[in-house]
């Protein structure tokens, strides 16, 4: 009975992801296969690892492309489950950050050519799959002499911590900035692109069950370019206090956390500073104090590559952006982050390390066969 | 014992307040008198009425004052108290806001006149009093065709009120703004500049004791221009709700309460919104949901006008603010906040109806024999 039932199952499944197949979401080329799903909920009930699907040809406008790799990142657990404000026409395929090679090209396509490395311009675009044929307009060209790894995580962290960075106050080389969650894939990125701009970074993370992880931790982030690794208890310590009297006070902070790391960085904040939050992993809010607000001037505002991208109304702060960013790769300034490769097929195991509350590694999913 | 220890502490205060009197706060003219304090502390401890104080000579900076009208806000409370970010040197006249009538002027000054009205042009210069002697730079010129009580209550709450609607986003006739402490000083100004502009004010009060104050007040704000008053038990109900189906969301929330009424506001603001925070009655801090940061867009700042007057380098700004004021005044647009004036000796009976949690009329102190 159970085997009679799940083979309907798996039969209807196919029938309602079919459109996904005959659009622009098909995969093409030898064993082409996607981590797919049909609705929203908990990902290991969800995600569905479909095989062996017919190739479209590619239109004019179109592009076919090979996915090389994509990283699992928590926004893309959100999306699958449906609680993240993104809600991809279903069935969709999971994943939204990745980096593929341009295969073929369409008559009327003109700034890319095979050989190519591109990654999506928008985020739902669904890059957990060997192969895709899409429109154009829907990828962004990268250099293809950067590692993998690094061009596969390019596109959320890098360019997240990137414009934190650029946008919301004025920094120049010797200003400090504040940051909670510092070991979050953003957080690595603010670390380098940081140090490279010459500015000091306070990195505050949480403490750690033994002395010797946090120390581990506390050296490869420094190994990075942080500048001062503290935990969280750490902040509210005189000794703490005592860097000031050499540092000016940071007029940035970036959350990704919430809660009382929220208030306890804000509270450090130079007159005028800014708290950008983009992430908030304990799941509480951002408590401000009143007087921060009034007397000194704080502004808290948040932070959303996806919005950013849709703004974006011509290409060029992008394509500044994605140009100094593998600048800085090739200089050895900028690093992925810590990272585990994982073939697709494995996908499941992966997405289960992702949600590790101690994990410190990316895992990256890949797609040479 | 007692009447001796009281005489010499008399004594002792007189010469502590000696330079107070003999420097830019010496009263002058017949029967000089202000209300002083020469240690922070309780109003009702500390400050002293202190009378017949000799008159220095004008110097050629400077502008010999008589006070008309200084009312008493939350802050001046605060300042004596101790608890305000700005500390004058002791001992001090108190009162911030107020509107004199120029008495004599040195020989360099040219901007002024015998018979003009002035207003303090920054905070702590100490308004309750009946003379003063001060440079002219201090001061700013008003005009004096307005309603004295307008003209004494114009430096804070109405420019406060100006200054953001102005400041924090472009608003057009027709768009919404949220206000809570609707009723508070800055928020009746903020209704009837709203009002001049043609924007629609929904104002959020505390619930009354009983209906018909609830009723009188709803009435009395409506009477100002406010198009909605509401209690903040009423911003979580449908009905309320359902008024986003005929007028556009808020992009301006104003918060003088912090706590849920902040929160609470918040969460109707447009995308993009911003909520500015200039007073924080509850004593609880402002609470903002991580998504209405990252997803919303939503900005929240503070505003302080102490610190806007500091920033000015030039008048031109603060002039043409007074002038549209002053314009609202004449028109009819702008009155004074509800009050009741007060002679300056009775200046601890209008302190303690101040601090009257459901307070709802101004104390304005009254300088004339």
């Known amino acids: 009975m159970a085997g009679a039932r799940l083979s309907v199952s798996v039969s209807r499944l196919f029938r309602r992801l079919e459109p996904l197949f005959s659009s622009r979401h098909y995969c093409s080329l030898a064993s082409p296969c996607a981590v797919s799903y049909s609705q929203y909920g908990e990902p290991s009930k969800v995600l569905r690892f479909l095989t062996d ?95 993998l790894e690094a061009a596969a995580t390019l ?4 360019c997240t911590a990137y414009r934190m960075l650029s946008d919301f106050q004025h920094l120049q080389p010797g200003d400090t900035i504040v940051q909670n969650g510092a070991n979050s894939g953003v957080g690595q990125a603010v670390i380098q692109i940081a140090a490279a701009r010459g500015l000091v970074t306070i990195n505050v993370v949480r403490n750690r069950p033994d002395r010797s992880s946090y120390f581990e931790l506390e050296m490869y982030l420094k190994g990075l370019g942080g500048h001062y690794v503290i935990t969280e208890e750490g902040l509210r310590r005189q000794d703490f206090r ?40 304990s799941r509480q809010p951002v408590t401000v104090p009143t007087g921060s607000l ?76």
């Open 53 to 147: 699907v017919d190739v479209p040809d590619v239109r004019d406008d179109q592009v076919s492309v090979r996915m090389l790799a994509a990283p699992i990142n928590p926004a893309d657990i959100n999306m699958i489950q449906g609680v993240y404000p993104i809600k991809p026409p279903l069935p969709a395929v999971g994943g939204n950050e990745g980096v593929g090679e341009v295969v073929s090209v369409g008559l009327q396509v003109s700034d890319l050519q095979p050989g190519d490395w591109v990654i999506p311009a928008d985020s739902g675009w669904g890059t957990w799959r060997t192969h895709a044929v899409c429109p154009a307009s829907e990828l962004r060209k990268i250099p293809n002499d950067i590692p």
């Open 155 to 158: 596109a959320v962290n890098p």
């Open 242 to 281: 005592d860097i000031f009297k050499r540092l000016p006070r940071p007029k940035l902070a970036l959350n990704c956390v919430g809660g009382k790391s929220a208030t306890e960085i804000l509270r450090h904040l130079e007159t005028g500073g800014t708290m950008v939050t983009y992430g908030g992993m």
């Open 294 to 369: 009034i007397f000194q001037d704080i502004k808290v505002v948040g932070y959303w590559m996806t919005q950013w991208n849709k703004r974006q109304t011509d290409s060029q702060e992008s394509s500044e952006m994605l140009s100094t960013l593998c600048d800085y790769v090739r200089q050895g300034k900028l690093q992925a982050p810590s990272n585990v490769q994982v073939p697709i097929s494995d996908y499941m195991a992966a997405i289960n390390s992702t949600r590790d509350a101690f994990s410190t590694k990316k895992q990256i999913l890949t797609m040479s066969s």
